[in-house]
């Protein structure tokens, strides 16, 4: 492996906020490069390295750097749930799951956290245009999410609501929605 980390994202895409939070907890230096137009037009580089979404990002980073901060437990059967929830998350959220906990994986930030969170910014938007409110029917999902933004590594990652509420928009005018 080169000593080169290069991050290629678009700052509305939540997987591309789940590398940056990953990188930045374990503490991985990297150059950010912004793609511009990843609909029309995907740099050479983008197409190179990604051709096929084959792996997900933050579980290579963490195999990569297994002792600086996992996110993932060592235990077999633990690693299992945790990659689980994690796929399941991404099909359909439960608030019931996180319970009282202060994060997915317990009392500690983890992998499921870092799968979930990039919605977070993300929920202004479906508020805005699905006409319900996030705080009264997620509650606990909402709280979490509070948490989860008071760490630096989230904090840092996830774009300004507002530009993802003016990003649909954009893409509403784009597709003839609006």
Same mark, same amino acid.
């Given at each position: 492996?080169?000593?080169?980390?290069?991050?290629?994202?678009?700052?509305?895409?939540?997987?591309?906020?789940?590398? +940056?939070?990953?990188?930045?907890?374990?503490?991985?230096?990297?150059?950010?490069?912004?793609?511009?137009?990843?609909?029309?037009?995907? +740099?050479?580089?983008?197409?190179?390295?990604?051709?096929?979404?084959?792996?997900?990002?933050?579980?290579?980073?963490?195999?990569?750097?297994?002792? +600086?901060?996992?996110?993932?437990?060592?235990?077999?059967?633990?690693?299992?749930?945790?990659?689980?929830?994690?796929?399941?998350?991404?099909?359909?959220?439960?608030? +019931?799951?996180?319970?009282?906990?202060?994060?997915?994986?317990?009392?500690?930030?983890?992998?499921?956290?870092?799968?979930?969170?990039?919605?977070?910014?993300?929920?202004?938007?479906?508020?805005?245009?699905?006409?319900?409110?996030?705080?009264?029917?997620?509650?606990?999902?909402?709280?979490?999410?509070?948490?989860?933004?008071?760490?630096?590594?989230?904090?840092?990652? $996830?774009?300004?609501?507002?530009?993802?509420?003016?990003?649909?928009?954009?893409?509403?005018?784009?597709?003839? $929605?609006?």
């Amino acid at each position: 492996m080169g000593d080169e980390v290069i991050l290629l994202n678009f700052w509305p895409s939540i997987f591309g906020m789940r590398t +940056t939070i990953a990188l930045e907890e374990k503490g991985i230096k990297y150059e950010y490069r912004e793609e511009e137009d990843v609909i029309n037009n995907k +740099t050479p580089l983008l197409l190179e390295m990604n051709p096929v979404h084959k792996k997900n990002p933050v579980q290579y980073i963490d195999e990569i750097w297994p002792d +600086t901060n996992p996110f993932l437990p060592k235990d077999p059967y633990q690693r299992a749930q945790a990659l689980f929830w994690a796929d399941f998350i991404e099909k359909k959220i439960l608030q +019931t799951e996180l319970g009282d906990k202060p994060y997915f994986g317990g009392n500690k930030f983890g992998f499921v956290d870092i799968v979930l969170i990039g919605f977070y910014c993300w929920f202004p938007a479906y508020e805005k245009f699905g006409n319900y409110s996030m705080e009264s029917e997620c509650s606990e999902l909402m709280a979490w999410g509070k948490r989860c933004m008071k760490r630096d590594s989230v904090a840092k990652s $996830l774009p300004d609501p507002e530009r993802v509420i003016g990003y649909v928009l954009h893409l509403k005018q784009l597709f003839g $929605l609006e």
